[in-house]
């Protein structure tokens, strides 16, 4: 047989690592230099391609990737952030980048710790029915490495919280189902995304469960904001080229006016009888996308109704509209088509 043939069929090590460029992978981060960073030469089957539209805010995604490169990660690493900020994409986007396979865990209410480390299944091998050990998400990533994403984790509950300590920490994690002790891959990143920071009782964010500070204190914290102007008009051309800039521009005014009223000036809640409702990256996007797929007959007021407007308590509802016609006057119930026609 020959060398060739032999390579062929030879595993891949997806734990091989190469050197590359930071700016070849990250070219919307660092600028062609001579700073490098240490890969995956190999793309798992685990590995998700992310969202070509998402631009990442540059000082956050580089705390991220210093926890990622750093020989150690002595804590988990903890996204906190409004509804929509792109704690998920940013996640997504570091894995994607550095070809890690990546792991999802969706934590809510009723998950409990099974979810997590997996089960015994019902399985049939040669005609026969067979009990088969099945990891979860989270066990898989702590044995093989990659990220391992526990999205939305402050909606645990308490017993959830309890099975997820050591494995936030990177210690020898017990599997109560299998009778069984997992040790975590040198290469198994540990990243959850809140709303809150484990506080509880939060008006907007109701599902949010308290947690204990032993578990929080686990991770190491990245606060993740709203884009500001600059950066969202790049999302913005970037997703939406074809919609006029003016256009584009009052969309931005406009979220960040319903901002103002939700979460202050300063965007730090200081701000009295704030608004309830959130209109997020995630909304200008989908307004957006939505104007141009109702079509040019369409008003503007029609494509926001059915994206944000009807999905507002009515609390809010007399504030959100003034803040609308503040913002769009008359334009709101014009047509794509005589705006695409204004100057
Ligand atoms: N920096 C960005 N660049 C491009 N799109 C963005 C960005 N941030 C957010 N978005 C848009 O907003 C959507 C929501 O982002 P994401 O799911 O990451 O938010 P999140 O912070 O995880 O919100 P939640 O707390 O509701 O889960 C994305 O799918 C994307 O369309
Ligand atoms: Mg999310």
Known sequence: MSALAINATAPIDYTEMEQVSAHLVFPELFEPSTVMLKRRKHRHPDCIASNQMYIPESENAKLALVWLMAPHQLLSLGLQGHTGTGKTELA???ADKLNLPIYIVKVHARMNPQD???????DVENNQTVTRKEYGP????YINGGILLLDEFDKASGELTSAMHLLVEGKPWPLEMFKETITKHPQCFVIGTANTYGTGHDE????????DQA???RFMWIETVYPNVIQESKILEKFAPRLPLHLRNDIIKLANAFRDAALGVNRDGDIEDPIQCIFSTRVVVAWAYYIQAFGVFRTLRKSLDSVFLKSVSPEDAEIVNDIVSKVFGDDIDKTLKDLLAKK
């Open 92 to 94: 997504l986007y570091l």
């Open 116 to 122: 997590l480390e997996g089960s015994y299944v019902l």
């Open 138 to 141: 989270a066990a898989k990533a």
């Open 204 to 211: 907007r964010y109701i599902t949010s469960n308290q947690m």
């Open 215 to 217: 578990f929080l204190s």
